[in-house]
């Protein structure tokens, strides 16, 4: 089993639409969580942070669930700008020089 | 403005060849590491290092070594290079205070062995 697994997607909606897509991890001791963005032919880039409690950026809102070991990202009024991939990241231990990434989800944003 | 650079953006070189990597942050980053990232496989880590004349290897480190001389500096060498190696490299650092969390990545390198 992979250490973070993640739908590959693609995932293609409509401007405007709710999109959501999760990411599930294997060590149930893992200490923090991020989503990262990847623009095509760009680096991987923060996109935030996932806190135990859920958090809001904007139209972004990213949630842990510890119990059944995923966490998620959805996006609210997708605009065009929003097509990317979306890798999940999983820092295992807190003091941890590797974190792991997913191997993304690629969303695309239709007009 | 955190930077990391990569020395060349595209490399085209021969099976056979030695090739080095350079990779270059601005931070005072402790770590750093470099992936490569092909279709349908995502970032695989090859090495990293988390302090001068430090390594680990990573999940696919055959193939590669990698020299970390000044604190700033971290390259990738293939020895001897082959067609399964023709990808795109990125290089990346981290901290380990302040927001240790983000990981920076430089804009990456395509390498192609013919």
């Known amino acids: 089993r992979k250490e973070v697994e993640q739908d590959p997607g693609p995932f293609n909606v409509p401007e405007g639409a709710t999109v959501a897509f999760n990411c599930t991890y294997s060590?149930?001791?893992?200490?923090?969580f991020f989503w990262y963005r990847q623009d095509c032919r760009k680096e991987p880039k923060l996109l935030m942070s996932?806190?135990?409690s859920g958090n809001e950026d904007g139209r972004f809102t990213a949630q842990l669930n510890r119990a059944s070991q995923y966490i998620s990202l959805l996006i609210r009024d997708s605009k065009l700008s929003d097509s990317a991939t979306y890798l999940c990241?999983?820092?295992?231990?807190?003091?941890?020089?590797?974190?792991?990434f997913g191997s993304g989800t690629r969303l695309s944003i239709r007009p | 403005d955190v930077k990391v650079t990569q020395s060349s953006r595209y490399l085209v070189k021969r099976t056979g060849e030695k090739v080095f990597l350079e990779c270059v942050q601005d931070?005072?980053?402790?770590?750093m590491f470099w992936y490569r990232q092909d279709p349908g496989l995502g970032l695989r880590l090859i090495y990293f290092?988390?302090?001068?004349?430090?390594?680990e290897k990573g999940d696919i480190p055959e193939g590669y070594s990698v020299s970390r001389e000044k604190k700033e500096r971290f390259s990738l060498i293939l020895e001897s290079a082959s067609t399964n190696q023709t990808s795109m490299y990125l290089c990346?650092?981290?901290?380990?205070?302040?927001?240790?969390?983000?990981?920076?990545f430089g804009p990456g390198t395509r390498l192609t062995v013919l």
């Open positions: 290092s988390y302090d001068v004349k430090m390594k």
């Open positions: 990346a650092s981290r901290g380990t205070s302040g927001n240790a969390n983000e990981q920076f």
């Open positions: 931070m005072d980053h402790e770590n």
């Open positions: 060590n149930s001791a893992s200490q923090s």
């Open positions: 996932v806190y135990s």
């Open positions: 990241v999983v820092n295992p231990y807190s003091s941890a020089s590797k974190i792991i």
